[in-house]
C-alpha cells in the first residue's frame, strides 16, 4: 500500500493532525479503527463498509465518510483494492467543518454528501479523482477545508482543556482541567458534546485507553496487572471491559492479532495505523 501524509499549513494545523492519501491492496479485509481521532475520509475507489459497534450492521459508504470522536470498538471492511484522501482531526478540529453538533455523530458515521452536499462532494471527488498524484490532492484536499474553516464559538475553550487531556494521555483529574478553565462542569461537558461529541471525561478515558495499548509491545511477555495498574485503572477486570469497549478483543487476542499482524506484514506502512479486526 502507499501512504502519504503531512501536516497542513496554518490555521489548519491546529485542527488537524494531518491529511494523508491511502492506495492500495489492505493487509486485511477488516480492520480497526486507529487509535482515537475525528476522521473525514473522500473515496475516490470501490466503496467500503463500516461497522460502529459489535451490535450494529456494517452500512456501505461510496463517497466518503465523516466520523467524530469514537466511543466503541469500530471496524473498516476495505475493497480489494482502495483508494481516498482523508483527514485525522484533533479532539476539536472537526467542528468548524460540521453543520451540526458532533454528539449527534457519535458512534453514528455519516456520509460526506451529508456533511456538505452532494453537488459539493462530487464535485470535490471529480478534482481529486484527476489530480497529478498524492501530493497535489493533498493540497486540493487542504484548499478546500480552508475554504470551508468557519469560527466556532467556544473552540478556545474546549481546544484549551482538550489539549491539556491529550498532553497527560488521558490522566489528569477532569475537575482540576475545569477547575483551571474557569468553568462549571456542567458548562465545559456541553460544549465538548457539541464541539468534539464526547465529554471531557469520555475523551480522558479514550485517550488512557489507547496510550495504554501503544504501549504494549507484542514481542515480549506482558504482566497484564502491572499494565493495568500503571494506568491507573481500578483493576485488571475493568482494563479487560475497556479492551473489549475500545477494541472488540480481549487482551490477550488483541496480542495474538497484533503478532500475527507483524508476522504476515513486517514493516507494512500502516503497522502503526489499523489492526485486523480478528
Known amino acids: 500500500m502507499e501512504y502519504v501524509s503531512r501536516v497542513p499549513r496554518p490555521p489548519l494545523d491546529g485542527l488537524i493532525d494531518d491529511l494523508y492519501y491511502l492506495e492500495g491492496a489492505p493487509p486485511y479485509s477488516r480492520l480497526t479503527l486507529p487509535p482515537p481521532s475525528a476522521l473525514l475520509i473522500v473515496n475516490l475507489g470501490a466503496p467500503f463498509r463500516i461497522r460502529a459497534g459489535a451490535d450494529i450492521e456494517a452500512a456501505e459508504y461510496a463517497d466518503g465518510c465523516v466520523v467524530t470522536m469514537p466511543t466503541r470498538a469500530w471496524e473498516f471492511g476495505y475493497p480489494l483494492r482502495t483508494r481516498s484522501v482523508g483527514v485525522h482531526f484533533k479532539p476539536w478540529g472537526l467542528a468548524p467543518f460540521l453543520p451540526m453538533p458532533a454528539a449527534e455523530l457519535r458512534d453514528r458515521p455519516v456520509t460526506l454528501e451529508h456533511i456538505w452536499g452532494r453537488p459539493a462532494t462530487a464535485e470535490l471527488?471529480?478534482?481529486?479523482?484527476?489530480?497529478?498524484?498524492?501530493?497535489?490532492?493533498?493540497?486540493?484536499?487542504?484548499?478546500?477545508?480552508?475554504?470551508?474553516?468557519?469560527?466556532?464559538?467556544?473552540?478556545?475553550?474546549?481546544?484549551?482543556?482538550?489539549?491539556?487531556?491529550?498532553?497527560?494521555?488521558?490522566?489528569?483529574?477532569?475537575?482540576?482541567?475545569?477547575?483551571?478553565?474557569?468553568?462549571?462542569?456542567?458548562?465545559?461537558?456541553?460544549?465538548?458534546?457539541?464541539?468534539?461529541?464526547?465529554?471531557?471525561?469520555?475523551?480522558?478515558?479514550?485517550?488512557?485507553?489507547?496510550?495504554?495499548?501503544?504501549?504494549?509491545?507484542?514481542?515480549?511477555?506482558?504482566?497484564?496487572?502491572?499494565?493495568?495498574?500503571?494506568?491507573?485503572?481500578?483493576?485488571?477486570?475493568?482494563?479487560?471491559?475497556?479492551?473489549?469497549?475500545?477494541?472488540?478483543?480481549?487482551p490477550t487476542r488483541y496480542v495474538e492479532v497484533r503478532r500475527r499482524f507483524l508476522r504476515e506484514h513486517p514493516g507494512h506502512v500502516l503497522d502503526s495505523w489499523p489492526l485486523p479486526a480478528d
Open 125 to 250: 471527488r471529480d478534482r481529486l479523482a484527476t489530480a497529478a498524484g498524492p501530493s497535489e490532492m493533498l493540497t486540493l484536499l487542504e484548499e478546500e477545508l480552508m475554504r470551508r474553516l468557519c469560527e466556532t464559538p467556544s473552540l478556545g475553550l474546549v481546544r484549551h482543556t482538550s489539549s491539556v487531556i491529550v498532553a497527560t494521555r488521558g490522566v489528569v483529574a477532569i475537575g482540576d482541567v475545569t477547575a483551571a478553565a474557569g468553568v462549571s462542569s456542567t458548562h465545559l461537558a456541553q460544549r465538548f458534546k457539541e464541539l468534539v461529541g464526547v465529554t471531557p471525561k469520555r475523551l480522558a478515558r479514550t485517550y488512557r485507553f489507547a496510550a495504554t495499548v501503544l504501549s504494549i509491545d507484542p514481542a515480549g511477555p506482558i504482566d497484564w496487572s502491572d499494565l493495568a495498574a500503571g494506568a491507573g485503572y481500578f483493576d485488571q477486570a475493568h482494563f479487560g471491559h475497556e479492551f473489549r469497549a475500545f477494541t472488540g478483543l480481549t
